[in-house]
Each structure stands twice: as structure tokens, then as C-alpha cells.
């Protein structure tokens, strides 16, 4: 790695927090802290406090959000920052964003950084769209000139053209992203740092985004880093990630890597099993009662491990508290990337409606191996009604794992696997 194309280092960077207040919470800490700075000594607080679990009580007033986090970031690489709620992503961020100070550490860059943290950031509500473009242009050292230039791109790609004279204050958060990421991503900042808002945005808006993050890699050199809960999204955009928990760097390296180690490990070991069991609720129009994965003897199959010869049985039943004209069976099966590989409703099959009476139903539903390639899959069920909102759904319910039983498709490329019967013969004789 070549030193002069870094543009962006993270040197020990640890944040502090104390628990309820702002600074140190009392006089005597103030003055204690003062007066080990002006002798040059460390500061006392720094040697005590917990590190950010939120799942467990401490007793120490003082956390850690952040501790000793060393990365770097090459010009034009797109990094990818993961790990659950709480993991101190979001603070990472605002470090890099300089909109908060690290508590001990450096942060180095070069060139503009342009950051979309949160809804509304950096956006005056009383402005119109078209003024908070200017303002927010004005922020990051931009001209006039500069920002008129791009303004009917920017107009453009947020979709925001009708509104672009009204106040945002009037504007829905989805507007509100739209409008902030269009401004942050054509006012060309050497630096973009995109944090979850964009999972406020519609399918069709996040999927121009993503797309866009790509072209000003790509294309135009600059660098991104990306938050996000979606891992499909992070693989899709990013060659490299960093994974944080309690906020430690626990993983970096390729993306390809670290989002099925991290999926992987946040999963329950309690999810990998064959049989989930619901209580009865009368209040429901409807609701799933139970499901099952059984095998071709209708026996449960033992901790949820399929081999790629084994054709497995999805026993669901449902309790219908009404009658139902038209309802929706669905089942998702998605991969250990977070990836839709198998979508099934009963309406492909049938080209009708499930009629439903008040009573107890069952479905059995065969998924065919060898289908799916080995790894670790989840199911999602969706049980809905055509004419009103009701549902119940149950996402990633339950977990398991196709096993290769022979060493065949250990190197085989793709998600499915379809036996399909090939006819040869000999045509020409010597």
C-alpha cells in the first residue's frame, strides 16, 4: 500500500463518555482533570470506565464508546462499517465528520469531507430546498458559481423538483434524505460519509444512491464511508469493511469476509432448530400457530442440518379467527449475506387466493434438494390479507444449514442447483 494514496487515518481514536451528563458531571472532576493537563499528565479519567455493552449493567458512571480504533483508507475505496446497534459506528462517524472530538487519538485526512449522519443534518428548516443546497454547499468551501453548476443535477437526481421552493421544515424525512444525499454526493467532497439514513428512502431511491456512491468511486476517485444494516447493500458497495462490537474493531478485511462472519455470529444459537410453536391469540384476525422443517417420514430433522442430497418438508399451521377471501401464503428463503434466493406465495402456484374459513389450517410446502448450494440460510413466512392491512409475518424465524455431502460442488459457482437430465449420444463413427 502506497502511503502517499491514503487519504484518511484513524490513530488510536477512543471516545469517553459520562453516563447522564455533559463533561464530567461535577466541579471537583473538572478542576481534577485541569489540573493533570497543565502539568502534562494524563488525564485521571481515562483509566477507569466500561466498555459499551448495552446488555449488561455497570458501575462505573464513565463508558467507552469508542477504544483504540486504527484504520486507514485509500483514495477512491469504498470501506464498509458493520456491527450491531450500540457498536459505536455512529460515533465513528462523527469523529471523522469532525462534528465531535475523539478523547484521545488523531484523525488525519485530506480534502473535503461531505457527511449525511443523520436525518435533516445540517439542513435549516426554515430555508427552502433550494437555499439549504447553497448553504450546505457555502459549508463545504464552495463558490456560488460552483454550487449554481450543479444545482439542476442535484434538483434532479432528489426528485424533490415540485418542493424545491417550499420550506424543509414541510418536507417527509424521505424527501428530507433525498434531497441531503443528492447535495452531498454532487457537491464532489473528497470525502463522503454516509451513515443509515438512507434506509429512510424507498427501494428505487436507495438502489440510485448506492449506484451513485459507485460512480463517484469509481469514476470520480473519491472516497466513501458507508453505514448501513443492510448487508446486501454493504457487499454490493463495498470491497472492504471494518466490523465493530462494543466498540472495538473485532474484524477488518475483505467485505466478502467479514458480513457472513458477522451475520454469522449475531445470529441465537437458539434459532437453529426445526420446530417454532406460537401462543394462541383471539384477538387476531389470523396468525401462524406453528412451523416445522420434517423430513419425508415427517420426523423433525435434527438440528437443522440438510445435506444437498435431502429434500426437506416446511409444515406451517395457521388459525384463521375470520373469514378470508383472498389471502397470502409466503415463504422467503434468504442466505447468510441477508439475500432474498428463494421467494414462494402460493397464488404462482395455484393462480388463486387461499379462501379461508374461521378454523385451524395446515400447509405442507416440499422444498426440492438438491436446490440450494451449503451454507446457512433463514426463513421468513408471511401470512396476509388482500383486502386490509392484516399480517403476520415472521422474519428470519427460523435457521439452517445445508451440508455438501461430497466433495462435487465444493468449487461450483452460484445460489441454486438444478438436477436437470442431459441426453447424449453419438452422432458421427469414424
Known sequence: MKKNNIILKAENISKQYRLGTVGTGTLSHDLNRWWHKIRGKEDPYLKVGETNDRSIKGNSDYVWALQDINFEVEEGEVLGIIGKNGAGKSTLLKILSKVTAPTTGVIKSRGRIASLLEVGTGFNPELTGRENIYLNGAILGMTKKEITSKLDEIIEFSGCERYIDTPTKRYSSG???????????????????????????????????????????????????????????????????????????????????IVPYYLLSSQKEEMMTSEIIFEEDKDKDFQFLSMRMVDSENSLIKNSIISTEQAFFLQIRYLFNMEVLKCHLTIIIKNSLGEVVLFLDRTDFYKEFFVAEKGIYETIVRIQNPLLKPGEYFLTFGLANQYSNSNDHKFDILKFRIEDISSIRKTREGDLFIPTKWEMKKICYE
Open 175 to 257: 424527501m428530507t434524505v433525498r434531497l441531503a444525499f443528492a447535495v452531498a454526493a454532487f457537491l464532489e467532497p473528497e470525502i463522503l460519509v454516509v451513515d443509515e439514513v438512507l434506509a429512510v428512502g424507498d427501494a428505487e431511491f436507495q438502489k440510485k444512491a448506492i449506484g451513485k456512491m459507485q460512480d463517484i468511486s469509481r469514476e470520480g476517485g473519491r472516497t466513501v464511508l458507508f453505514v448501513s444494516h443492510n448487508m446486501a447493500a454493504v457487499n454490493a458497495l463495498c470491497e472492504k469493511s471494518i466490523l465493530l462490537e462494543n466498540g472495538k474493531i473485532i474484524k477488518s478485511g475483505l467485505t466478502s469476509e
